[in-house]
């Protein structure tokens, strides 16, 4: 078990009000991810982080802001809440599967934008 | 521009049966290869992956073929349980490991497996 946790597991937050997800690892893995969830549009990334303090843009970042001041917490910002920003938003973290490497994810927090 | 294709939003088989999901990429710099299961209100987890320095990987009754010249990759099912019931995404990376651990997905095929 690769011991990442996503709070809160459910949402429902009005527009424009900030809202912040995090994303918790126990592990020490330096990547960490944040994708949304969208139906037709699959998994598409928003942004990721090398390290700490270390921060990149993903394909959706508009509209997001991160931090990391810490190796086991990666936070997702809605700086101001849309309606288009109704998701489910997935952490991960990149690390080595067995002889390969991809990602582990959290469960997941079900975001509604009211 | 969608690097990493699923065309079949959805397949059904039947227990028993083979399941086919495939997978085309237009990125020729894409050299590593998974496969990601999800059942609803969970996160994805890892199923199989490839290297492009193969064309087939098994992993007891999943089996992903890898087709460089094509863009193309498969996941083969054998035999189909209702338990493998899910999306299944498939991703690609340019790189195995190193600095970029950026994985490109696609948007997914539901797979129901019918008893």
């Known amino acids: 078990d690769a011991g990442i946790t996503q709070s809160p597991r459910h949402k429902v937050t009005e527009t424009g009000t900030p809202v912040t997800l995090r994303c918790h690892q126990t592990?020490?893995?330096?990547?960490m991810y944040w994708y949304r969830q969208d139906p037709g549009h699959g998994l598409r990334l928003i942004h990721y982080?090398?390290?700490?303090?270390?921060?990149d843009k993903g394909e959706v970042s508009d509209g997001y802001s991160v931090s990391r001041s810490k190796t086991e917490d990666f936070l997702l910002t809605l700086e101001s809440a849309t309606s288009s920003q109704t998701s489910v938003y997935f952490c991960?973290?990149?690390?080595?599967?067995?002889?390969?490497?991809?990602?582990?994810f959290g469960s997941g927090t079900r975001l509604t934008v009211v | 521009d969608q690097q990493v294709k699923q065309n079949s939003p959805s397949l059904s088989v039947q227990e028993g049966r083979i399941s086919i999901l495939n997978c085309d990429y237009t990125?020729?710099?894409?050299?590593?290869f998974l496969w990601y299961k999800k059942y609803p209100a969970e996160g994805p987890t890892f199923l199989i992956s490839?290297?492009?320095?193969?064309d087939k990987n098994e992993d007891g009754r999943f089996t992903v073929f890898l087709n460089k010249s094509a863009k193309h990759l498969s996941l083969h099912i054998v035999p189909s349980q209702p338990g493998d019931s899910a999306v299944y995404f498939c991703?690609?990376?340019?790189?195995?490991?190193?600095?970029?651990?950026?994985?490109?997905f696609g948007k997914g095929t539901l797979l129901t497996v019918n008893p």
């Open positions: 990125n020729s710099m894409f050299d590593y």
């Open positions: 991703a690609a990376s340019e790189d195995r490991g190193g600095s970029n651990y950026k994985l490109t």
């Open positions: 490839i290297s492009s320095i193969k």
């Open positions: 991960a973290i990149g690390q080595g599967l067995g002889y390969s490497y991809g990602y582990t």
């Open positions: 982080s090398y390290g700490v303090k270390d921060t």
């Open positions: 592990e020490n893995h330096r990547y």
